[in-house]
């Protein structure tokens, strides 16, 4: 009998059967991973989206920088005479200067010595004053007993000049020069208790043939304006032309200095914008763009974009059109340029713009103000003594009354007499005190109306408060700051009573504060602080902030604010970027989670395939253990029952 189980192992293909059935296992992973990835494309356009928009916000917060900026231009005609910079506030004109002088530090130097470090001067204390200032107290003794040291000492001891020492070809010397050019700087040294030839270092404020010798006398800068004469104690000129700082350059030069609206930057500016809003357009083009079957003869199939028929971009979309399509809010009434077409940007069907850089810069000509209110925050007052300042978030495009019940002032303290026409009759001594700084002001007598104002500047710019400043009002002394507002206080007193002598101060303290502005802004409330009126109360203008010059009260007209394109699509884009409640980060964060729960599915399905794999790989083993044993039984048989003696066949 022959017994054959063979058939049992030969007839199955164990690897390819599991195989098969890990296919099928695999299949739901398989789509879970195309719908993923069909995700991950919609998640990437919607990242194109933000980044195009973001880019968009950057360039529309240049636009607005344009009105913030400094947008005024100097242009020069000789500037090797002069050169200047200005502030957004310098009114436009020209401007004729010459009969240049410049300002001059004094110098002073001394006799020759045979070394620097080796011969000895003398000693005792140099006595050195800048102006009015204090006198500065030098020590010289052994230690430093030499120019060397001298003159180490001296800038050591921040007096006021530089100390140095020269060797002239025969011999040493010290010189010394005002750390600051201008008449009010110059420096006089004493010598108490000299030996040797300290004394020689004295220095009055001549030239005479003792002490030290005037190489350099110290000097005003000068120059005219339009034909009129200004001085100034540094060759920084500031204050004379209003938002213009003049640096003088050539003595005897002269130049003519223009003043205009610098359009180039503006142009630049508006350029940048148009560039990014046609990046966004062409964005958002791509992404929401439908392409049907459009090559039939290749039979290719368009292409559609990932975020078709999406209705947040579609919104923001048509909101962004409308605003470069649309009239502009807040314009000036009867401006030739209320829209952004009437400065060169036009519109194409693609949802993209162009600019006429002609057209604008002849418009920025024209009306600067007006036309840079159709892209930033803009605000025109009727009344010259009134300046738009800011605005706030709750500020609504429009024009606004403005009322002024009280002007701003200074603090001011007027003496009670005019001083003398041959001067003071004795010396005087002023006490100014504003905070906790105090100042002493010595007057020497004699002086007249003219020195004691020259006294008091100086010495107040040299001890920390030039905020404080001496006029001469007709013969009569008068006090005050220079800022306006409850905030600036001060007080005087001096030494002398008020007499018909003196400068009219008189014994008794005299205090002054400023008062803050007090008025209305479209009948809204508001609060002043200095010469700024803020609205406060409820209502389109609030959060609008003015600033008001002068003592005029009542109506002082109308102040138009302009809503330019910044602020409108800053808006807009600001909406659809917020990371809390914009449609963007909505749709992004969905698309997220959604690909996280599908690859939290797909794991767990990838673990729930390989369990199976792994449970039929060990089924299939424990059925091979089987047949092999069969096989085994079947040999026995076989050995047992030979094929002599009949045949049986299992299997």
Same mark, same amino acid.
């Given at each position: 009998m022959s017994v054959s189980i063979s058939g049992l192992v030969s007839g199955i293909n164990v690897q390819s059967l599991i195989t098969s059935l890990s296919a099928a296992y695999q299949r739901p992973i398989t789509q879970l991973q195309a719908q993923e990835q069909s995700n991950q494309t919609t998640l990437s356009a919607w990242g194109q989206v933000q980044g195009a928009l973001s880019s968009l916000q950057s360039a529309v917060a240049g636009l607005q920088s344009v009105t913030q900026v400094n947008n005024r231009l100097a242009n020069l005609s000789n500037s090797a005479a002069v050169s200047a910079s200005v502030s957004s506030n310098a009114p436009l004109g020209s401007y004729s200067l010459g009969q240049i002088a410049l300002a001059q530090a004094q110098s002073a130097y001394s006799q020759d010595f045979a070394s620097a470090s080796n011969t000895a001067v003398g000693t005792g204390t140099l006595q050195i004053q800048v102006g009015s200032g204090s006198v500065t107290n030098v020590v010289i003794n052994n230690a430093n007993d030499n120019l060397n040291g001298i003159a180490a000492a001296i800038n050591n001891a921040s007096a006021g000049v530089n100390a140095a020492v020269v060797y002239d070809g025969t011999g040493y010397r010290l010189t010394l020069t005002s750390n600051q050019t201008g008449t009010a700087n110059a420096f006089t040294v004493g010598a108490s208790g000299a030996t040797g030839s300290l004394s020689a270092l004295s220095f009055g404020s001549g030239t005479g043939s003792s002490g030290m010798t005037q190489s350099q006398a110290a000097l005003n800068a000068s120059l005219s304006i339009n034909g009129l004469s200004i001085t100034s104690s540094s060759n920084t000129v500031s204050g004379a032309i209003p938002g213009v700082t003049l640096n003088l350059l050539q003595a005897s030069g002269s130049t003519t200095l223009t003043v205009a609206n610098d359009s180039h930057s503006f142009s630049q500016s508006v350029q940048i914008f148009v560039t990014a809003f046609n990046s966004a357009m062409d964005t958002l083009n791509q992404v929401t763009a439908y392409n049907p079957d459009s090559s039939a003869t290749s039979g290719a199939s368009g292409q559609t974009g990932a975020l078709l028929g999406n209705a947040g971009i579609q919104s923001l979309r048509t909101q962004l059109l409308n605003l470069i399509s649309g009239q502009a809010l807040g314009t000036a009434p009867g401006s030739n340029y209320n829209s952004l077409a009437s400065v060169g940007i036009s519109l194409a069907q693609d949802g993209t713009i162009q600019l006429d850089t002609s057209l604008l810069g002849a418009a920025l000509s024209t009306d600067y103000n007006g036309v840079a209110g159709l892209f930033g925050q803009v605000g025109s007052a009727s009344n010259a003594n009134v300046q738009f300042v800011a605005a706030g978030g709750s500020t609504q495009p429009g024009t606004y009354a403005i009322s002024i019940a009280s002007a701003a002032t200074q603090a001011s303290v007027t003496a009670s007499s005019a001083v003398?026409?041959?001067?003071?009759?004795?010396?005087?001594?002023?006490?100014?005190?504003?905070?906790?700084?105090?100042?002493?002001?010595?007057?020497?007598?004699?002086?007249?109306?003219?020195?004691?104002?020259?006294?008091?500047?100086?010495?107040?710019?040299?001890?920390?408060?030039?905020?404080?400043?001496?006029?001469?009002?007709?013969?009569?002394?008068?006090?005050?700051? $220079?800022?306006? /507002? *409850? =905030? !600036?206080?001060? &007080? +005087?007193?001096?030494?002398? %009573? #008020?007499?018909?002598?003196?400068?009219?101060?008189?014994?008794?303290?005299?205090?002054?504060?400023?008062?803050?502005?007090?008025?209305?802004?479209?009948?809204? $409330?508001?609060? /002043? *602080? =200095? !010469?700024?009126? &803020? +609205?406060?109360?409820?209502? %389109? #203008?609030?959060?609008?902030?003015?600033?008001?010059?002068?003592?005029?009260?009542?109506?002082?007209?109308?102040?138009?604010?302009?809503?330019?394109?910044?602020?409108?699509?800053?808006?807009?884009?600001?909406?659809?970027?917020?990371?809390?409640?914009?449609?963007?980060?909505?749709?992004?964060?969905?698309?997220?989670?959604?690909?996280?729960?599908?690859?939290?599915?797909?794991?767990?399905?990838?673990?729930?395939?390989?369990?199976?794999?792994?449970?039929?790989?060990?089924?299939?083993?424990?059925?091979?253990?089987?047949?092999?044993?069969?096989?085994?039984?079947?040999?026995?048989?076989?050995?047992?029952?030979?094929?002599?003696?009949?045949?049986?066949?299992?299997?």
């Open positions: 003398p026409s041959g001067g003071l009759a004795s010396a005087e001594t002023l006490t100014i005190t504003s905070g906790a700084t105090s100042v002493a002001v010595a007057l020497a007598s004699g002086a007249g109306i003219a020195s004691i104002v020259g006294t008091i500047n100086a010495t107040l710019s040299q001890q920390g408060l030039s905020a404080i400043s001496a006029i001469n009002n007709n013969g009569v002394l008068e006090l005050q700051t $220079a800022g306006y /507002g *409850s =905030g !600036q206080s001060f &007080s +005087v007193v001096s030494n002398q %009573p #008020a007499s018909s002598g003196g400068t009219g101060i008189g014994t008794t303290l005299l205090s002054a504060t400023g008062t803050d502005v007090v008025g209305t802004i479209n009948g809204q $409330a508001a609060s /002043g *602080s =200095g !010469q700024t009126l &803020s +609205v406060t109360g409820p209502g %389109p #203008a609030l959060g609008l902030q003015v600033d008001v010059a002068g003592q005029a009260t009542g109506s002082l007209g109308t102040i138009t604010l302009s809503q330019g394109v910044y602020q409108q699509m800053n808006t807009a884009l600001s909406a659809a970027l917020d990371s809390q409640t914009g449609f963007v980060a909505a749709a992004t964060n969905g698309l997220n989670s959604t690909i996280s729960g599908i690859n939290q599915q797909i794991t767990q399905l990838q673990s729930s395939a390989a369990a199976q794999t792994a449970l039929l790989q060990q089924q299939f083993n424990a059925m091979q253990v089987q047949v092999a044993q069969l096989q085994s039984v079947g040999q026995y048989l076989d050995a047992f029952f030979p094929s002599t003696s009949g045949s049986s066949s299992i299997g």
